[in-house]
C-alpha cells in the first residue's frame, strides 16, 4: 500500500516534469494542470503545486518571477534569457549565450557576496505586435 502510493507520486511528478520540459511556454501552475490532465485525468491541481514545489526544491524546474503575480515554471535549467510579452505575459526563451562571469562581475564591483539574480527582457511579442501594412 506504502510503495504503491509511493510510486505513483513519483509518476505524477515525472508526467508534471515531462510536459514542463516540452511545452516551453513557462506555464503557470493552473495551465500546467490543464496539460497534464490529459494524461492524468484523476490529478487534483494541489498535487501539481506540491510536485512544482519538490521538483523546484530538486533543482529540476526553474520558477520565474511573477512579475504579473503569477508564478511560471521552467523546465529548462540551463543558463538561459527570457523576454516577456508586455501585452499577453507570454514568456520566451533568448537563444543567447549567457554571461556567465556576470555575478562575478558584479560582485567584484559591489563588494556583495552574490547569490543571485533576475533579468528579463520586456517587448511586445509578434503576435502581439501591430501589423505593418504593405
Ligand atoms: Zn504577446
Ligand atoms: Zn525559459
Same mark, same amino acid.
Given at each position: 500500500m506504502q510503495v504503491e502510493r509511493k510510486h505513483r507520486m513519483t509518476r505524477q511528478r515525472q508526467v508534471i516534469l515531462e510536459e514542463l520540459r516540452r511545452v516551453k511556454?513557462? $506555464?503557470t501552475a493552473d495551465e500546467l494542470y490543464f496539460i497534464v490532465r490529459q494524461k492524468? $485525468?484523476?490529478?487534483?491541481l494541489a498535487t501539481v503545486y506540491r510536485n512544482l514545489d519538490l521538483l523546484y526544491q530538486e533543482g529540476k524546474i526553474l520558477k520565474l518571477p511573477a512579475v504579473d503575480g503569477v508564478m511560471r515554471f521552467d523546465g529548462t535549467v540551463t543558463p538561459h534569457y527570457h523576454i516577456r510579452c508586455t501585452k499577453c505575459g507570454r514568456v520566451s526563451d533568448v537563444m543567447l549565450d549567457v554571461d556567465l562571469n556576470l555575478e562575478r562581475k558584479v560582485a567584484r564591483r559591489t563588494g556583495y557576496h552574490v547569490t543571485g539574480y533576475v533579468l528579463e527582457f520586456e517587448g511586445v511579442c509578434p503576435d502581439c505586435a501591430p501589423r505593418t501594412e504593405h
Open positions: 511556454t513557462h $506555464p492524468l $485525468p484523476r490529478i487534483s
